[in-house]
């Protein structure tokens, strides 16, 4: 494994692990500080993140901002990154194949980052972190104990912006997400 955070970035840029890499524009590899304490993982790079190489950066990363900023959460204190680094065609779900081939750098990240919270950005995240059968419309804002770190899903933010009915319920879990970083995290606020 890559000895710091760079160095792995450097490597995920040349990937060729899957097909994915031939129909990327950039390898979204992700954003934060390498000391990051919350870690937020998406499924996959939309358009927008693919155009200009960084996470959560179109329609849905905009909503994000608004949802940490609910909870008083600055996008520079926290680690934001996918499932898979490079776009799937037409925003489809990642294939398991695919996700397999960058699980290298999402465990890479992981062990480089090590944070204490993970967020799992809506239903692919959530069943490749948590369980398989991990149903997102029933276990949303629930904490899990995996690995040493507090593991929590929420709906990734573009179902929000298509569904606002389930607004509520996420404000409930970003608060208890706040209070969980308030409770366990040293430097994030």
Same mark, same amino acid.
């Given at each position: 494994?890559?000895?710091?955070?760079?160095?792995?970035?450097?490597? +995920?840029?040349?990937?060729?692990?899957?097909?994915? +890499?031939?129909?990327?524009?950039?390898?979204?590899?992700?954003?934060?500080?390498?000391?990051?304490?919350?870690?937020?993982?998406?499924?996959?790079?939309?358009?927008?993140?693919?155009?200009?190489?960084?996470?959560?950066?179109?329609?849905?990363?905009?909503?994000?901002?608004?949802?940490?900023?609910?909870?008083?959460?600055?996008?520079?204190?926290?680690? $934001?990154?996918?499932?898979?680094?490079?776009?799937?065609?037409?925003?489809?779900?990642?294939?398991?194949? *695919?996700?397999?081939?960058?699980?290298?750098?999402?465990?890479?990240?992981?062990?480089?980052?090590?944070?204490?919270?993970?967020?799992?950005?809506?239903?692919?995240?959530?069943?490749?972190?948590?369980?398989?059968?991990?149903?997102?419309?029933?276990?949303?804002?629930?904490?899990?104990?995996?690995?040493?770190?507090?593991?929590?899903?929420?709906?990734?933010?573009?179902?929000?912006?298509?569904?606002?009915?389930?607004?509520?319920?996420?404000? *409930?879990?970003?608060?208890?997400?706040?209070?969980? $970083?308030?409770?366990? +995290?040293?430097?994030?606020?």
């Amino acid at each position: 494994m890559a000895k710091t955070l760079e160095t792995l970035r450097a490597e +995920c840029l040349e990937c060729r692990r899957c097909a994915l +890499c031939e129909t990327r524009h950039n390898v979204v590899f992700g954003a934060g500080p390498d000391d990051a304490e919350v870690m937020f993982i998406g499924e996959g790079p939309g358009e927008q993140e693919d155009l200009q190489g960084q996470p959560f950066v179109g329609r849905a990363g905009k909503f994000l901002d608004d949802m940490l900023e609910l909870i008083e959460l600055d996008r520079s204190r926290v680690y $934001i990154g996918n499932m898979v680094k490079c776009r799937p065609p037409r925003n489809r779900d990642p294939l398991d194949i *695919e996700q397999r081939a960058c699980a290298v750098w999402l465990q890479g990240q992981l062990e480089l980052i090590n944070p204490r919270i993970i967020v799992c950005l809506g239903r692919i995240a959530a069943m490749r972190f948590i369980r398989d059968d991990f149903k997102i419309t029933r276990e949303h804002g629930q904490w899990f104990d995996m690995d040493g770190r507090r593991v929590m899903a929420l709906y990734h933010p573009a179902a929000l912006l298509r569904d606002p009915g389930k607004r509520p319920e996420t404000f *409930e879990d970003l608060r208890r997400l706040q209070a969980e $970083i308030r409770a366990i +995290c040293t430097h994030t606020y």
